[in-house]
């Protein structure tokens, strides 16, 4: 099984609502972080959360760590269309170089 | 955007033959990283690399193999192509433990 775990696996809302995607994960890590990918394309990096963070703002995204539940929140805000992508997390482990994924949460923002 | 290339980014092969694929940087990063992306599984980490020379195993390595015989270049080496390693394969860089990645585009691979 994987290292992380998006939750839930598929979300749709419409626009202007917030969005919150939900990651939990098995090992102990240096860093957790979110990408976005849209369709037949590449991830590309969104946030970084470190281990000793509890919580990290980018612009409308809100990033939570609970290290003691292996747990990260990933919220949208003020969602829009653009939005629409598939969100996934991914645990830099703190033991050794691995940088795992999960599974990913796929979100449509209906306008 | 990071300078990460796939190549191919497009293949089709039958069953049973040898397949390579390479992921080629510019940017000097020390890791490099294999994902295999299936419907329903995201990313798996299939082999990753921490230096030249130095490859390690990741969540689904059984059927592939990798070399890092330069710090720009980290290859995919199908052995014996099945049907399951039907796949889109992405590369990916970063430049330490505490960084970002940055993904190539994707090679699509279809065994037949």
């Known amino acids: 099984s994987q290292q992380g775990e998006e939750d839930p696996q598929a979300l749709s809302i419409q626009e202007g609502e917030n969005a919150t995607m939900n990651c939990s994960y098995k090992?102990?890590?240096?860093?957790l972080q979110w990408y976005r990918q849209n369709s037949g394309r590449g991830l590309v990096h969104l946030i970084l959360?470190?281990?000793?963070?509890r919580e990290k703002h980018s612009g409308r995204l809100r990033v939570t760590l609970d290290t003691s539940k292996k747990s990260s929140s990933l919220l949208i805000t003020a969602s829009r269309a653009a939005d629409t992508a598939s969100y996934f997390c991914?645990?830099?482990?703190?033991?050794?170089?691995?940088?795992?994924f999960g599974g990913g949460t796929r979100l449509m923002v209906k306008p | 955007d990071a300078g990460i290339t796939q190549s191919p980014r497009h293949k089709v092969t039958e069953t049973g033959t040898p397949v390579t694929l390479r992921c080629h940087q510019t940017?000097?990063?020390?890791?490099m990283y294999w994902y295999r992306q299936d419907p329903g599984h995201g990313l798996r980490l299939i082999h990753y690399?921490?230096?030249?020379?130095?490859?390690d195993k990741g969540e689904v390595s059984d059927g592939y193999s990798v070399s890092r015989s330069k710090t720009e270049d980290f290859l995919l080496t199908l052995e014996s192509a099945t049907s399951s390693q039907t796949s889109v394969y992405f590369c990916a860089i970063r430049d330490g433990r505490e960084s970002e990645a940055f993904f190539g585009q994707g090679t699509r691979l279809t065994v037949v």
């Open positions: 991914a645990t830099s482990h703190l033991a050794g170089n691995m940088l795992t």
């Open positions: 690399s921490y230096g030249v020379k130095d490859t």
């Open positions: 959360i470190r281990s000793n963070e």
């Open positions: 940017e000097n990063h020390r890791y």
């Open positions: 090992t102990s890590i240096n860093n």
